[in-house]
């Protein structure tokens, strides 16, 4: 349904411009061709808006966790089982 707010402005679809092909633009560095629409939320959409992630956020997640529970049983470890002290005690 189209938005009232927008009063007749054309409703785009809401895809980043970095997922946009790189080449065959008449500007290049912002993915866009002379007299194209713009979207209404540009700053949120256009190249200079934040990054696309490339990994999923459910995959990031499980890799963040990954990641510090292998970090936090390697010191469980070192806590249980501490390595001997190199040197002499006095």
Known sequence: Q????LQG???LPDVSRQRLPPLGWDDV???R???DTLHEKE???GMWGPDVPHVEPNMALRHFLLAFSLLGGFGYLLYKFPPESPVVPK
């Open 2 to 5: 189209p938005d009232p707010q």
């Open 9 to 11: 402005y054309p409703q």
């Open 29 to 31: 560095q912002n993915r």
């Open 33 to 35: 061709n002379i007299g």
């Open 43 to 45: 700053e949120l959409y």
